[in-house]
């Protein structure tokens, strides 16, 4: 009961703190849309799509797993102004539930993601796309957890190296190959076989399978259950662990 009260107070406190700067949301959104309304057209003819709705239930599923991937993973920064701040250092006098205080700033960051993924949800439909509501909740769903996952390693990371200077390189350094090995842009059925052979070993490439099936309204689909089960254990292990880093860091 205390870890929920606790988790509520800093959650309030921080998407307080969104919501007077809200221009962020939108910054964050822009390079989506800007695929979305200057790349997407392009797939219909290079994805062989009978239709361009078709081609958008391909494109915008994987253009959402980006954004989740991206958005976490450079939370870091923001904690860091905080420790420069003494704002973490302060909590060493709080009863304040150290796992708390990485619920709290995790979840407004899924909160923020999941408002950018309706807005390029909705400005999709203009263009075509269509999906069950059930199926597009259950790839919200799996979108939280991809956010949730990776905003607490960002945490993690940042409490661990506190400095900016190192955390750019190193959260681009597990962007990249995590971008270009989960099929996001295009569907990794057109790359050759030993790629797909590696992609397999990339979590982030079966919650991107699993999402493109909720959105053709394949909700049988073993991706869909496979890739949330897979998200949810590494979620876990994610939280944990950076539960630790708030931990050590606030004693």
């Known amino acids: 009961m205390k870890l929920a009260r606790d988790t509520w107070l800093i959650f309030q ?5 969104l919501l007077r700067n809200p221009v962020w ?3 964050g959104v822009f390079q989506p849309v800007m695929y979305l309304l200057l790349f997407a057209p392009l797939l219909k003819p290079a994805l062989n799509a009978p239709t361009q709705a078709d081609a958008y239930k391909i494109f915008v599923p994987g253009l959402l797993v980006l954004l989740a991937i991206f958005g976490g993973l ?3 920064f923001g904690l860091l102004a905080e420790l420069r701040a003494g704002l973490i250092e302060r909590s060493r006098v709080t009863p304040v539930s150290r796992l708390a205080l990485l619920l ?3 979840l407004r960051d899924v909160v923020s993601l999941l408002v950018q993924a309706v807005i390029i949800t909705l400005l999709a439909l203009f263009f075509g796309l269509s999906v069950i509501l059930g199926d597009l909740l259950l790839a919200y769903l799996m979108l939280a957890l991809i956010a949730l996952m990776t905003s607490a390693v960002s945490y993690g990371v940042a409490l661990k190296v506190r400095s900016e200077e190192a955390l750019a390189p190193l959260m681009n350094t597990v962007a990249q190959p995590v971008l270009l090995l989960s099929g996001i842009l295009l ?9 797909q052979g590696i992609a397999k ?4 490439s079966w919650a991107v399978e699993g999402t493109r099936a909720l959105f053709a309204g394949d909700l049988g689909n073993d ?14 292990l994610a939280v944990t662990w950076a539960a630790r880093a708030f931990a050590r860091s606030v004693r």
């Open 104 to 106: 709290g700033r995790s």
């Open 223 to 236: 991706r869909v259950w496979q890739g949330l089960g897979i998200i949810t254990v590494l979620t876990l």
């Open 13 to 17: 406190r921080q998407l307080q703190l």
């Open 187 to 195: 569907p990794l059925t057109f790359a050759p076989g030993w790629l």
């Open 74 to 76: 450079f939370q870091g």
């Open 201 to 204: 070993w990339n979590p982030f």
């Open 25 to 27: 949301v939108f910054v």
